[in-house]
């Protein structure tokens, strides 16, 4: 063993980064020397002079390489490196040799799984590259087995982790998490969608805007197979017609101008899972004919591309639009829309299911206080009131917003964590059926108005819905409402009297 074998500094003790060992196997001590005096200067070299020598090298020290000779007594090289391929798979083996055999190069390809050939006289610039790639091979072969070992280690852990994400996601997503009150109207949509949620069909969610339809969407999506898929939700009306189909199905670059770059579509981002078409009715009969094959033949071919691509999804289509309607003006294909109805569901909307609306209102309170970082907050009972007596024309979204503004103009005032009426829009506190509504909108004598009566009766009942309103606006501030109705305070009061208006029963 020569001084670079035997007394090499520790690397970690002088703080080098450490080389890697080769071991020279050849019978003739002066290719031993050639090859050590190459690879030196960026190698630990070992070297051997037979097959019996190196088994006992690589017992002592593990080496990254072996360039052996193809022709020593006893072995071939071919056959030791298969031996050496048994005991030592990860060393990485090249054979050094003067002979060009064909038989002896297949030989070792098939049993000794030889990495390089290098033929003699061999180059110093080439040996010391041949090495350094079989080094830089055996580094990217252990970080593999390395990574591959982790993976299968961690695969349980995987599994786990997304089996608990799923949990989550479903119960977050639920049917039991779309608010309603017990025995409403909703209950019966909740329950269908429920019992169709595990079969592969489309569904045809129909409902004015506001009323919850990707709510409910989703809810299906995480109580079908398809949970574990990815839920992509894509907005039909909100994308001119001439981009909708490459936001759904792709582009390749250059498909047209701006397209610098491949685009991933929705339903090929949505493989596996569902997609959640929203607006569907909004989209022109030259779509639908495009949409259709897509949803007919389960592939697509993106803008620009010749190749088909498969694709495997649920679609789940929604309309404030009544679709059959449609069909029969001649706006919809008759043909997509009994692709797309397998199951039709129709969202009621909130007027229609006013007991809904405190369950929903507290919840909305909830989530817009934690949004705005502020403590929770409770609906004092003139606002439940209120909000029990409006028609929502924009329901569930209108609903939030209302919320969202009184949160915000009653967080203005110290220590208050009860949202009043008079936090609420004018529309909101006018109600459902005010005569102040229906005079507002020119729909003509509300319901709320007696049906019979002298004149004087009728406007006594409109005079006591104004007042009423007035006075929750200003949270029964008396002087505040006398001055903005142009009257006395002894003439508000008497009033007050007439009309049976008093606070806690307005």
Not at 19 to 34: F, G, I, N, T
């Amino acid at each position: 063993m020569n001084a670079r074998e035997g007394s090499v500094e520790d690397p970690l003790a002088t703080g080098e980064p450490e080389l890697p060992w080769v071991l020279v196997v050849d019978d003739e001590q002066r290719s031993q020397d050639a090859i050590r005096r190459t690879l030196d200067e960026d190698f630990r070299v070992i070297t051997a002079s037979s097959a019996d020598e190196a088994r006992e090298r690589l017992l002592q020290q593990p080496v990254s390489v072996i360039l052996c000779d193809q022709r020593m007594p006893g072995v071939t090289g071919v056959e030791f490196l298969a031996e050496v391929r048994e005991r030592w798979p990860d060393v990485v083996r090249i054979v050094v040799s003067g002979y060009t055999d064909a038989d002896d190069i297949i030989d070792g390809i098939n049993s000794a799984g030889i990495y390089r050939f290098v033929l003699k006289p061999w180059a110093p610039d080439h040996l010391i590259g041949v090495v350094r790639d079989a080094v830089d091979t055996q580094g990217a072969h252990q970080d593999l087995q390395r990574l591959d070992r982790e993976l299968r280690a961690g695969a349980p852990v995987l599994r786990r982790k997304n089996a608990e994400r799923l949990r989550q996601a479903q119960s977050a997503f639920g049917f039991d998490r779309i608010e309603r009150a017990p025995g409403g109207p909703l209950d019966a949509v909740c329950e269908m969608a429920a019992r169709f949620a595990r079969y592969d069909l489309s569904v045809l969610v129909q409902g004015e805007s506001g009323t919850g339809k990707e709510l409910l969407a989703r809810a299906i999506h995480f109580a079908s197979p398809r949970a574990g898929g990815p839920f992509v939700v894509e907005n039909c009306a909100a994308i001119p017609d001439t981009l909708l189909e490459s936001e759904l199905f792709g582009h390749k670059r250059g498909a047209f101008t701006g397209a610098f770059e491949d685009h991933v579509g929705v339903f090929q981002r949505a493989h596996g899972g569902t997609v959640f078409l929203d607006e569907v009715g909004e989209t022109s009969p030259a779509f639908q004919v495009r949409l259709l094959r897509v949803l007919q033949e389960g592939e697509l071919r993106p803008v620009g591309s010749t190749r088909a691509v498969p694709v495997d999804v649920r679609v789940i289509a929604a309309t404030h639009r009544t679709l059959e309607d449609e069909v029969r003006a001649g706006r919809f294909r008759e043909d997509l829309y009994y692709r797309l109805a397998g199951v039709t569901l129709t969202m009621p909307p909130l007027r229609e299911r006013i007991a809904d609306v405190l369950p929903i209102a507290r919840r909305l309170l909830t989530e817009v206080c934690t949004q705005f970082g502020l403590p929770p907050q409770r609906l004092a009972d003139d606002a439940l009131k209120a909000l029990m007596g409006h028609a929502w024309p924009g329901n569930i979204r209108e609903l939030r917003n209302e919320l969202a503004r009184a949160v915000a103009l009653s967080a203005g005032e110290p220590g208050v964590a009860v949202v009043r009426a008079a936090a609420f829009s004018r529309q909101v506190l006018h109600g459902a059926g005010s005569p102040m509504r229906a005079v507002e909108s020119g729909a003509g004598l509300p319901a709320a108005l007696p049906a019979v009566g002298t004149l004087a009766q009728r406007l006594d009942a409109m005079e006591a819905a104004i007042l009423r309103e007035a006075l929750l606006r200003a949270q029964w501030n008396k002087s505040q409402v006398a001055r903005e109705l142009g009257l006395s305070r002894g003439g508000l009061a008497a009033k007050l009297v007439r009309h049976g208006l008093r606070e806690g029963r307005s």
